[in-house]
């Protein structure tokens, strides 16, 4: 059973930095993809990006490029979400999950969603 586990979230100001971890375990190979997603109180759940292990080919919604970059380090089964030029509208619970790679990072049906980690930008 695959396991991933989200880290690094915390308090920042508006313009700064943060990089987001998506720990993984419980994998066989590296033919899996991992999206992140993002939940904003009172708003649905939105696709942030997502990249497949294999060979580290990412897929990006249009709002976030050139601001957000997701990267992976297949010795640590850990993907990243390295995250700039922080907005207050930023702020949410970042979630990583198992996903179908394509333009829209489908997540896999029924798998469990862990806790996210909790990103919040101040004005």
């Known amino acids: 059973e695959v396991q991933l586990v989200e880290s690094g979230g915390g308090l920042v100001q508006v313009g700064g930095s943060l990089r987001l971890s998506c720990a993984a375990s419980?994998?066989?190979?590296?033919?899996?993809?991992i999206g992140w997603f993002r939940q904003a109180p009172g708003k649905e759940r939105e696709r942030v990006s997502c990249i497949f292990i294999g060979d580290g080919s990412t897929y990006s919604a249009d709002s976030f490029k050139g601001r957000f970059t997701t990267s992976s380090d297949n010795a640590k089964n850990t993907v990243y979400l390295q995250m700039n030029s922080l907005k207050p509208e930023d702020t949410a619970v970042y979630y990583c999950?198992?996903?179908?790679?394509?333009?829209?990072?489908?997540?896999?049906?029924?798998?469990?969603w862990g806790p996210g980690t909790q990103v919040t930008v101040s004005a």
């Open positions: 999950a198992a996903v179908f790679f394509g333009p829209s990072c489908v997540p896999v049906e029924g798998q469990k």
């Open positions: 419980g994998l066989v190979d590296d033919d899996y993809a």
